[in-house]
């Protein structure tokens, strides 16, 4: 959006967020052949175990993780188990018509990459790192210590925090554009 329809965007605030052209990996796919299993077994029970397992693995605080938060990323799932099966198919078979990496340098309004400086399974890969710093002219990366994967959990201020950096960023940029600063 933010270089098909750059009027619509003000700026982009990018939690780990890179420019990885699949929204899965082989490992999730290899998953997705046991998921009828999960059908059978519970599998709203199961997944809830895991998700909650996986959010206390992937944080450096993981107070967090309480019950009624679990219950907040799962209860959609649990209700339409089978919808949520058939959006992990699609995302499997999805395949984008274009690299973004290919349209970075058009996005023209701030991006803000919020990145943590412990490492956790899901960062950002170096590669896709250097190849934003070289492509967005107005990217900042600003690192949150001691958070994991979960860092809008663990660190919402932050957050919070980055969202307004970049609104004042933005602004900034329509005054200069307007040439009243």
């Not at 970075?104 to 890969?125: F, G, K, R």
Request: charged share 20%; glycine share 8%; proline share 4%.
């Amino acid at each position: 959006l933010a270089y098909r329809r750059p009027g619509l965007v003000m700026a982009v605030v990018a939690i780990d967020g890179g420019v990885a052209e699949s929204t899965v990996n082989s490992s999730f796919r290899h998953a997705l052949t046991f998921i009828p299993l999960l059908r059978l077994f519970g599998g709203s029970r199961i997944i809830r175990g895991k998700i909650r397992s996986g959010m206390i693995k992937s944080s450096v605080d993981a107070s967090w993780v309480t019950d009624s938060v679990v219950h907040g990323y799962t209860d959609g799932a649990a209700r339409s188990f089978g919808a949520l099966l058939d959006g992990f198919r699609g995302m499997a078979e999805a395949r984008e018509p274009e690299r973004l990496a290919d349209h970075l340098a058009q996005i023209t309004c701030p991006v803000i990459v919020m990145v943590s400086d412990t490492p956790h399974d899901a960062e950002l890969p170096q590669g896709q790192m250097a190849t934003m710093r070289a492509e967005l002219t107005h990217m900042v990366v600003d690192t949150i210590p001691h958070v994991g994967h979960f860092m809008q959990e663990e660190r919402p201020a932050a957050v919070v925090g980055a969202v307004n950096e970049a609104r004042v960023a933005a602004a900034v940029m329509l005054l200069r554009k307007a040439g009243l600063r």
